[in-house]
């Protein structure tokens, strides 16, 4: 599905939708996939990015949250599992069942009994489906498969699975599926007022195009605010006295190379204070993370400060002191908002409840608050089931955990990766990579690569995922490629840098931009690049 940003814009002036979803994160993509596939007239906005917030910036897991079964939120995980096993099914390219290691210390919170139980109903909820039964593991085999582990008062452990994924593509790739469907979807545009009825009900909303500044009417009989950390803001812009309903709270992720901690399992670590955080092998990097901390302020805020640094390298020494990792190892790092539903009584952020709430105003609108990545496609299921209640049906089932567009069709094999790395070059690692990210339009990505003269076989791939991303996945800026079409900015060591210049050449020849325009963007990713390292200079000065 190659989305056309301008066509996109016309719709959404010009139709009468049923819904109009404000946010392109996962769950607002996820409700405008849910609604169109139900036969319902969809729009979607997103001011900024699509996945740009919450989306693109967390663990980059598909899972039950084996933590939450102690908080007794055994429907939220059986839900996560069951939505883990369709998501396999539905993006096999993306979402990769991944061995875990949770080593158990003594005076580790979790004893081994209790971890025992917690991985039984995890592999109960999964059922016959659970690729990788639990297995407990005494301290010797549990260092056999994790030497970088440290020894010094190691109980045992369990092997479990799990999944791994790439967050922001996977809801890029629900936004494709809910446009294949007929819905009308533009990143850059922002919701500037609600329009009402005499009766003060919301009719549509008034937006902005961020890209060009024209403002504009969108007509829809219901509203939802799925904007993630903006929900009260959003909720606001309707009624500047309605209550906050979020707690945020900041994860922070630190990006190594993986020859500085070579794991080869997802592990779980556990900051000073105990709580849960994961080091997990991605390709030729490992990341560490994540803090849990409280925001106040604005959502938008995001930053990496010295004291999340220290906190995440503190945690991965003492788990694996034989790395001896610094923070002069980190080359990349990210920092996320959760939005959490706030909680009526005070608690630690690590306890505050994962689930999602949807809240009704008296104008119309609906705003969800709350939610998990791994199950976005049961939450949408239940949204569109509350908000249009005739929809409701069992036979939406199988066309709800249908593939999304990365598996419609033979995904590539080891003959298809040969053949490329013959026509267009470029190393084994890099064509495996593609591939995971891409599934079964990696031909039409290599179909661009053909079009592109470059002396590198890397940068000549990259360059075709900068061409692909603006032709079919609605890049409009740089960063959009560097920092989620791709993986240069966070998972290479450059950071995507020294090929800024060649990617905003190739981008601003399909999107018109003029030499001024493509400094700016250069100058933009650069900034967003700078941003990842700005610790560097707090910890510098209080040195």
Not at 212 to 229: C, Y
């Amino acid at each position: 599905m190659r989305m056309n940003r301008t066509e996109m814009i016309r719709r959404l002036a010009s139709e009468s939708f049923d819904l109009l979803v404000v946010g392109g994160g996962i769950t607002g993509a996820g409700v405008a996939r849910e609604a169109a596939l139900r036969g319902l007239k969809v729009g979607l906005v997103e001011a900024s990015d699509f996945a740009f917030a919450t989306s693109s910036r967390s663990t980059k897991l598909i899972h039950g949250g084996l933590r939450y079964l102690k908080n007794f939120e055994f429907r939220l995980v059986r839900e996560s599992v069951v939505e883990r096993q369709n998501l396999l099914v539905m993006a096999p390219h993306l979402v990769k069942a991944t061995t875990f290691l949770f080593p158990v210390y003594e005076g580790d919170p979790d004893p081994l009994w209790m971890l025992n139980i917690g991985l039984t109903l995890y592999d109960w909820f999964a059922g016959r489906s659970n690729p990788i039964p639990h297995r407990m593991l005494k301290p010797g085999p549990l260092r056999e498969r994790e030497p970088w582990l440290r020894a010094d008062r190691l109980k045992g452990g369990a092997l479990y699975a799990d999944c791994r994924t790439d967050d922001g593509r996977l809801t890029l790739e629900v936004i494709q599926s809910a446009a294949a469907h007929g819905a009308a979807v533009a990143n850059y545009v922002r919701l500037t007022a609600f329009r009402k009825d005499s009766r003060g009900r919301i009719v549509g909303a008034t937006v902005r195009d961020e890209l060009t500044g024209d403002t504009f009417d969108v007509r829809a009989d219901r509203v939802l605010a799925a904007a993630g950390p903006w929900a009260d803001a959003v909720r606001q812009l309707d009624d500047p006295g309605a209550p906050t309903l979020l707690r945020l709270t900041k994860g922070v992720h630190l990006v190594v190379p993986h020859d500085r901690l070579p794991i080869r399992h997802a592990v779980v670590m556990r900051g000073r204070d105990g709580r849960m955080m994961f080091a997990v092998p991605s390709g030729n990097c490992t990341y560490i993370g994540t803090t849990d901390t409280d925001h106040h302020g604005d959502p938008a805020a995001y930053s990496i400060t010295r004291w999340d640094v220290e906190y995440v390298v503190d945690a991965a020494r003492r788990l694996f002191p034989e790395a001896g990792l610094t923070t002069d190892d980190i080359i990349a790092g990210w920092s996320g908002f959760r939005p959490l539903l706030k909680p009526a009584k005070e608690a630690d952020p690590s306890a505050t409840t994962r689930d999602y709430k949807l809240f009704h105003s008296p104008s119309g609108l609906v705003t969800v608050a709350g939610g998990k990545l791994t199950a976005f496609r049961a939450m949408a299921s239940h949204i569109v089931d509350d908000l249009f209640p005739a929809t409701r049906s069992a036979a939406h089932l199988a066309a709800s955990t249908a593939p999304l567009p990365g598996a419609q069709g033979k995904l590539p094999d080891g003959g298809l990766k040969r053949q490329l790395a013959a026509e267009v070059g470029g190393a084994e690692r890099l064509i495996d990579l593609l591939a995971d990210r891409y599934g079964a339009v990696l031909a039409q990505v290599a179909a661009e690569a053909r079009e592109v003269a470059a002396p590198d076989p890397e940068l000549r791939w990259r360059l075709a995922q900068a061409r692909y991303a603006v032709k079919a996945e609605m890049a409009m800026h740089l960063v959009d490629v560097v920092r989620r079409r791709t993986d240069l900015m966070l998972f290479t060591a450059h950071n995507g840098r020294p090929w800024l210049p060649a990617l905003a050449g190739e981008m601003g020849a399909l999107l018109g931009w003029s030499e001024a325009q493509k400094q700016a963007e250069i100058a933009a990713a650069e900034q967003e690049i700078d941003g990842m390292f700005a610790w560097r200079q707090e910890a510098a000065a209080g040195a």
